[in-house]
């Protein structure tokens, strides 16, 4: 059970620490629904959602209360909804590649709060009762959680925390997945999922509430909600998959529409001139918002989904700062581009003593984001004690920088991160994979194998076979060639996103290995 802040201990404490005096206590306590404000705005298909905004001073009030009952939540994993370092894209790629997919969108989710129900849940924090009466005059109206309100989406995971937890245990029991977006529900799994439904699995499409398995049907009336009938869909192995507004049949990625009306907004925009689209974009979808700022947010959208890398992205985002030079938008260079200044040769001769001939060797070395530079262990197995690397790459012919094996390195894993001395304006990172790739995905082993001066980097196209394993490290099996010299480099799949790190191949070995990138980000947090 989490402390209890001590602001939380007394009404009176609460109160003192909101700057609440006697006289606006007690207008809480009785008319706090005079400080709404009831808004209606169109949904994103048809119909309007209604929402119940507080005023100025409430909205105050109910901010200094989010940071209080901050500290009584932890959030359980599969709640990706206003949980920090979470949201919709970390929502979807739970359920990416997986054949089966069922969603199902909980009905009037905060208007089936009640007080009562919030007042029930704070007791269950040992709250004193006049702390949780005083919590409630400040963050419900009209017998229910109003959305709008900051406080509303912190107080709807609190109350379906036990939800939480039973569709948790009914996932494990029927091996599927379970992740919540507010009120936006889905479940996958690799095998047909029996236990969803009363009778067979259904086509793909919408599904009748009466189709849902006893079981799944009960876990949402005991906990007090509904399913709205007309929101369960199901999805099969032929069929398009979405979560939280994102496509996840392979990986997640936007939808088509959501880039085809992008491109008719910046078209109207260029052709129309800024004032003119703006008032056709106000007039259709009836708000008063800025064309600029929304053209802006849905760019950033796809960004945070495909990268700033993707080359829809920046064709996009180039025609969106030649119509609002004034604020430009971020563009990265390609993912060539990238490859290129994140990938070295890395390499080193050495006299040792008691040898005739000097100790060398030749790899492959990258950097990737949040971890640094990464090689193969054995790529530097034979580095004499206290001597560096040599790092350089074809761009750069006559700049060579240092790398030095750190601590943080496992020759059973065959992995090393190095330190080095390269200007962090020389060079560009790579990003890791944020799951695992199947069998026949497509990818592409980087490097430089058998490396001379002039050579360009190395690429080598494949498929995933399957996964190994070597002495409990998990390995990648790929049907690329990874020759001598290509050993550290990264192995991307169709995103440029690192899968595994180049281990063990050539014409002489029975199988091409990469080490799963999951083991380097495990040594990293070691």
Avoid at 259 to 285: F, H, P, W
Avoid at 459 to 471: F, K, M, P
Wanted: with cysteine.
């Amino acid at each position: 059970m989490p402390t209890v802040p001590a602001e939380l201990k007394t009404a009176n404490a609460l109160f003192a620490h909101l700057g609440v005096g006697s006289a606006e206590r007690k207008f809480l306590e009785h008319h706090a629904f005079y400080r709404y404000t009831e808004v209606a705005i169109p949904k994103r298909r048809k119909g309007e959602r209604k929402l119940l905004v507080p005023e100025r001073r409430l909205k105050f009030l109910q901010r200094e209360m989010l940071k209080l009952l901050s500290q009584l939540y932890v959030p359980r994993d599969p709640v990706h909804g206003f949980v920090v370092g979470r949201g919709a894209l970390t929502n979807a790629s739970a359920h990416e590649k997986r054949p089966y997919l069922l969603n199902i969108d909980l009905k009037n989710f905060f208007g089936v709060i009640a007080r009562r129900r919030v007042r029930g849940m704070l007791l269950s924090f040992h709250l004193e009762e006049e702390i949780a009466e005083a919590i409630c005059d400040i963050c419900t109206t009209r017998n229910q959680l109003p959305q709008g309100a900051p406080t509303s989406p912190m107080l709807s995971n609190m109350i379906a925390y036990r939800l939480d937890r039973d569709l948790i245990n009914f996932s494990k029991t029927h091996r599927l997945r379970y992740t919540r977006y507010a009120d936006d529900i889905s479940l996958s799994s690799y095998t047909p999922p029996m236990g969803l439904f009363n009778a067979g699995l259904p086509n793909s499409g919408r599904v009748a509430e009466e189709q849902l398995s006893t079981g799944l049907r009960s876990v949402f009336s005991t906990n007090g909600f509904e399913t709205a009938p007309e929101k369960i869909w199901y999805s099969g192995p032929d069929f398009r998959k979405e979560v939280t507004g994102l496509i996840v049949n392979e990986f997640p990625n936007v939808k088509r529409t959501f880039v085809r009306n992008l491109r008719s907004s910046l078209y109207k925009a260029e052709t129309m001139g800024i004032s003119a689209a703006e008032k056709d974009y106000q007039k259709r979808y009836g708000t008063t918002a800025s064309l600029q700022q929304v053209l802006r947010g849905r760019l950033e959208w796809i960004a945070q989904v495909r990268g700033r890398s993707f080359g829809a992205y920046r064709t996009l985002a180039k025609r969106f700062n030649a119509i609002f030079p004034a604020s430009p938008i971020a563009v990265l260079p390609t993912y060539d581009e990238v490859a290129e200044q994140a990938i070295w040769v890395i390499d080193f001769c050495e006299d040792v003593a008691g040898k005739p001939e000097p100790t060398c060797a030749q790899g492959t070395a990258f950097f990737i984001a949040n971890i640094g530079l990464v090689t193969a262990h054995h790529v530097l197995a034979d580095l004499p004690p206290g001597c560096s690397a040599v790092l350089h790459r074809p761009s750069l012919p006559g700049k060579k920088f240092k790398a030095t094996p750190t601590k943080r390195q496992c020759p059973y894993r065959d992995l090393m991160i190095l330190e080095h001395n390269v200007p962090a304006t020389d060079y560009l990172s790579l990003s890791a994979a944020t799951s695992p790739e199947r069998r026949n995905a497509p990818i592409v082993a980087l490097g430089f194998p058998s490396f001379n001066a002039g050579d360009e980097l190395g690429t080598r196209s494949g498929l995933v076979v399957g996964n190994a394993t070597r002495h409990g490290v998990k390995m990648l099996e790929v049907s690329a060639l990874l020759l001598s010299g290509i050993s550290g480099g990264p192995i991307v799949n169709d995103r440029a996103q690192v899968v595994a790190v180049a281990h063990k191949g050539g014409y002489e070995e029975n199988k091409q290995l990469g080490v799963i990138v999951s083991e380097l980000i495990a040594l990293a947090n070691e």
